[in-house]
């Protein structure tokens, strides 16, 4: 193992979507253990240079591996197919419409109860939009039809957090 | 001379030399020193048995100064001389600071840059202010310690920002002292409550302090502290308080304060007032001002109601970062209260009924912080057993940088842990373009004018290309202490591009230069002494760390490769027995490349161990 690793080697884990989150904050807290600068404060600039490169690597790669989408599109990545953000040309047109119709809800969401009740329904597609996306990854292997559904669900994403500041402003 | 010995393997090499580190709580009111004596952390008093030094510093004019209680005696009579509160204006300037009209400074302006105190012996930064109560700390540690001082962690507001975490560093390196390692109030606080009671679980400190406020979440488990959210306001405080009740009992009275010594007078009599309250249901503020003399009865129910508006922007900001961490109020199983302000009944009432349990009152709320410090600076001293203290802490502020129409782009989100690094791809737009210029801001809008202009970089030596050639990749790194640095190079030919920080609000590296120069705290003979002893303790701590390395890792190396380190090892030792201290700062630096591939194996198999270790548990 290097610096050059994959987040996957690096947390000894399958190349899978699927993941125990358990785990993985056990191992990297095991890995901050061994790499932390804090570790190798009474040393010298060496060794604390090669402690900082590897802190920073594994967090970087815990930050990708704890965010199911990040680590979707890195999972595709990996097997070729990079996702490029933001781009909905590829997006169909049955799904651009359900974008619209969350915007034109949210607008028009006049109470915290509203809005409420919309976050909901965005949880839970966003939520089976997850599944459907493991069973792409982990069964089918299907990378393109993987890297358009982590397309979507960026959207979906976006759209929750609208609806969090929506929330936050409500609430105050 | 002693000559570098390699033990033989399963020999120890340390002889359990411990060294002294201390933690420094620099607090708002109040600042404290804590050191790990006996394995117990205990605060260091002065010689009058007083653990606390009040954070103030009066310039007495021909260079002497009081600092602490005897400078506090005078505050009233000579307010402009006399600089409380001053953490309140590090790393900031003049616009930044609220109410300051009401402070009773004559305040130096510098737009754009960090305000300036005009005192009897000319301007003051606060950053040199800070330094005066940092050395008699400093000081009383030698006394305690003798000269041995081997490093100090300074803790700072979880919600300080760059600017004001730098200024922090500025005044601990005017104060002659070695920091280890920044760390944030709040964490030191729970690792002060952790390591006392062994907890385990979610945990929320709320720290009040006499300016800032912080309220953290983190998640303890068998010796690791890793922060999962954090948040606040950096200047909201009891100070604030402080000033509602005074300009309360001004209005009671029909008078008003305009000199800077009535200013004064009517805050000092509102904090007694206040601090009263908060076991007698009533007291009396009084004063003598220049029209004469007030005396304003006031009852607890008064002061709550002051106080109502500073708790409920504390509530919101705790509501903020149980949402930001997607937590419940009742996930949090224990509520870690820190800071003077907290005394008063009102604050742990509200934050008991928003959690829903009693806050942890049990250590002294003024101590813990430093208490917790100085765990942490034993801990990075290698004194502790290792694995026993990990402290993973988040960046508070989300790092950005000015595009196009003054938007921010976002490159580090707040709530990270560090250190971390991110990179970005800059091109340029005009044929032959050599330099380009880049403004870092701090903060969570969308605005560049909404939030903190941290610093602008300028890369120059570009290799001149056409426009949209160049791959300028751009890394912001935040390290430990939650400071930020940035490297640019040039991918497709590789050049590494100059980079010229201009930190927007703090000092500059020659300005610290210079206010070391000018003999801040020490005369010029002082320094060279203070730096060939730096320098000596630098060479020793390395030597042993080296022979460490190779009694523990030896095999890693071949041994011509160890024939070399140890070369370079005993070149080290001969030049710390020596007097100059340039030559034994090469020396370091010769050992500090010829280590370098050496280290990198090292973290390698240490990383390997890591998991191996933590598999086999798993199972």
């Not at chain 2, 380190?565 to 630096?589: F, M, P, Y």
């Not at chain 2, 973290?603 to 798993?618: H, S, T």
């Amino acid at each position: 193992m290097n610096l050059a690793s994959t987040d996957f080697e690096l947390f000894d884990m399958l190349p899978r979507f699927a993941l125990d989150r358990a785990t993985l904050d056990a191992r990297w807290k095991a890995l901050q253990g061994a790499a932390h600068p804090d570790r190798f404060a009474a040393e010298g600039a060496p060794a604390q240079r090669a402690a900082m490169q590897w802190a920073v690597r594994i967090n970087e790669a815990y930050q990708r591996m704890k965010d199911p989408l990040k680590r979707a599109a890195y999972l595709c990545k990996l097997n070729g197919v990079p996702v490029e953000a933001g781009d909905n040309q590829a997006m169909p047109a049955s799904f651009l419409m359900q974008q619209m119709q969350w915007r034109e809800a949210l607008e028009v969401a006049g109470d915290e109860a509203a809005v409420k009740a919309l976050a909901d329904e965005v949880e839970t597609r966003r939520r089976s939009m997850l599944d459907e996306l493991a069973v792409l990854i982990d069964e089918r292997a299907d990378w393109r039809a993987a890297a358009r559904q982590v397309q979507a669900l960026m959207f979906v994403v976006r759209f929750a957090e609208d609806i969090d500041r929506r929330l936050e402003a409500l609430g105050q | 001379m002693a000559l570098l010995q390699i033990s033989e393997p399963g020999q120890s090499p340390d002889p359990h030399q411990r060294r002294v580190a201390v933690g420094i709580d620099l607090g708002t009111t109040h600042s404290l020193v804590a050191a790990v004596r006996h394995g117990v952390a205990e605060c260091l008093p002065d010689h009058a048995g007083r653990v606390i030094l009040p954070s103030a510093v009066r310039y007495l004019g021909a260079g002497r100064r009081q600092i602490g209680f005897d400078a506090l005696v005078a505050q009233a009579e000579d307010p402009e001389n006399t600089i409380v509160s001053v953490k309140r204006f590090m790393g900031r300037s003049l616009a930044d600071i609220a109410g300051r009209e009401k402070l009773p400074y004559h305040f130096v302006d510098h737009p754009g840059g960090m305000l300036g105190l005009a005192t009897r012996e000319g301007e003051k930064s606060p950053v040199e202010v800070s330094a005066e109560i940092l050395a008699a700390l400093r000081q009383r540690t030698q006394e305690t310690f003798g000269d041995d001082l081997f490093g100090t962690v300074i803790t700072v507001p979880a919600y300080f920002d760059d600017a004001q975490r730098q200024a922090t560093k500025d005044a601990a390196k005017l104060a002659g002292l070695n920091i280890l390692r920044l760390i944030n109030e709040p964490t030191a606080a729970a690792i002060a409550y952790g390591l006392e009671n062994g907890s385990e679980g979610l945990y929320a400190v709320y720290d009040l302090g006499g300016g800032t406020f912080d309220i953290s979440l983190l998640r303890l488990s068998q010796g690791v502290f890793e922060v999962v959210a954090t948040g606040g306001d950096s200047a909201l405080g009891g100070d604030d308080l402080d000033r509602a009740l005074a300009e309360w009992a001004l209005a009671q009275a029909g008078r008003e304060a305009r000199s800077a010594q009535d200013k004064r007078a009517v805050l000092v009599a509102a904090r007694q007032a206040k601090e009263e309250l908060t076991t007698q249901p009533r007291a009396t503020l009084r004063c003598a001002l220049a029209g004469g003399a007030i005396d304003v009865p006031v009852g607890r129910e008064t002061l709550e109601a002051l106080a109502r508006p500073l708790i409920d922007r504390t509530l919101a900001a705790v509501r903020k970062v149980l949402r930001d961490a997607k937590v419940r109020s009742d996930d949090v199983q224990g509520v870690v209260m820190v800071g003077g302000a907290t005394r008063m009944p009102a604050v742990g009432e509200a934050v008991g009924a928003l959690f829903g349990r009693d806050p942890l009152i049990n250590l002294n709320p003024d101590e813990v912080v430093a208490l917790g410090a100085a765990i942490q600076a034993n801990a990075l001293a290698g004194n502790s057993k290792e694995g026993e203290l990990l402290l993973l802490d988040v960046i508070p502020l989300s790092l950005g940088i000015e595009t196009m129409g003054g938007l921010v782009e976002r490159i580090i989100e707040r709530n990270t842990t560090i250190p971390v690094a991110q990179a970005q791809d800059f091109t340029t737009f005009k044929d032959g373009q050599t330099a380009m210029a880049l403004h870092v801001v701090q903060g969570e809008r969308d605005l560049v004018a909404d939030c903190r202009s941290l610093a602008r970089f300028e890369l120059r030596g570009i290799p001149p290309m056409v426009a949209g050639a160049a791959r300028i990749r751009v890394t912001f790194q935040v390290d430990a202490d939650g400071m930020l640095s940035v490297a640019a190079r040039e991918q497709t030919s590789g050049v590494e591009a100059a980079i010229t920080v201009k930190p927007s609000y703090g000092l500059s590296d020659d300005q610290v230069a210079r206010m070391l120069q000018e003999g801040f705290a020490c005369a010029e003979s002082d320094m060279r002494t203070r730096a060939l002893r730096e320098s000596r303790v630098e060479a020793e701590r390395l030597a042993l760390a080296t022979r460490a390395a190779l009694v523990a890792d030896g095999d890693l190396l071949s041994d011509s490769e160890r024939k070399a380190i140890v070369a370079l090892a005993v070149q080290v030792e001969a030049a710390a027995s020596g007097n100059d201290h340039h030559a034994i700062d090469a020396a370091i630096e010769a050992l500090a490349r010829g280590t370098e591939a050496f280290a990198a194996r090292r973290m390698n198999r240490g990383i390997r161990a890591a998991l191996a270790g933590r598999k086999v548990e798993e199972v």
